[in-house]
């Protein structure tokens, strides 16, 4: 499979812990980002990457939140110190330098219980 | 006011019907937009781009008013298949990136 692929699909954490999620995009795409879709709304923008370097990041990633793209290749989501508010699905898509599309991974759902 | 805002639903239709979606967006600056299906549970995926001259892909139409700010598609002869929900989106950011989704429409086809 040459989709996004995203890990864990599901984690089930106690408010105040850590979590880290991974994602690693389609392999010659060199643009990457994150969203968080919670219950009835629609995906929102976290922050986005090209090759390692963050180029922008939403006003909703508060200071507990932290992106990265080491290599310019797969890219991980921490959470610090985890709240109830987090219980979302965060999504992971990529996109080729040229063009438009941006293909999602299937998600990691998060309960924060 | 949000920058995207679409008619939750549902639409409740039955097989053969036509069904059509609207959704406005606040940014007049706005350049590029889209419509993407999610099933339940599943990620979105892109249906079509949408063009200021309007665009047809099968029984799917997509039509841009930019004076009026808002975005429709249109689906002719249902089938089971389309029940899901309509994201509209659009792109904006700094670097023209970001996908700014609308809350979703949600189709229900029944036989």
């Known amino acids: 499979d040459t989709g996004v692929s995203q890990d864990p699909r599901h984690k089930i954490t106690k408010r105040g812990q850590n979590v880290t999620f991974r994602c690693d995009p389609i392999?010659?795409?060199?643009?990457l980002y994150w969203y968080r879709q919670t219950l009835g709304q629609g995906p929102e923008f976290l922050t986005y990457?090209?090759?390692?370097?963050?180029?922008?990041k939403s006003r909703l990633l508060s200071d507990r939140f932290s992106a990265e793209r080491p290599k310019g290749s797969f890219s991980t989501l921490e959470i610090q110190r985890t709240e109830q508010g987090d219980s979302a699905m965060y999504l992971c898509a990529s996109s080729p330098q040229v063009g438009y599309e941006q293909y999602f991974g299937p998600g990691t759902r998060l309960t924060v219980t | 006011r949000k920058e995207v805002e679409q008619d939750p639903g549902p639409f409740n239709v039955p097989e053969g019907a036509t069904v059509a979606f609207n959704c406005t967006y606040s940014?007049?600056?706005?350049?590029?937009f889209f419509w993407y299906r999610q099933d339940c549970r599943k990620e979105p995926k892109l249906l079509m781009s949408?063009?200021?001259s309007g665009n047809e892909d099968g029984r799917f139409t997509a039509q841009l008013n930019r004076a009026s700010q808002y975005i429709s598609l249109l689906i002719r002869d249902s089938k089971l298949s389309d029940s899901a929900t309509y994201l509209c989106?659009?792109?904006?950011?700094?670097?023209?990136?970001?996908?700014?989704f609308g809350a979703g429409t949600i189709l229900r086809v029944k036989s």
């Open positions: 990457f090209q090759n390692e370097a963050q180029l922008e």
């Open positions: 940014n007049s600056a706005s350049q590029s």
């Open positions: 949408v063009y200021s």
């Open positions: 392999s010659e795409h060199n643009r």
């Open positions: 989106v659009v792109k904006a950011g700094e670097y023209g990136n970001k996908l700014v």
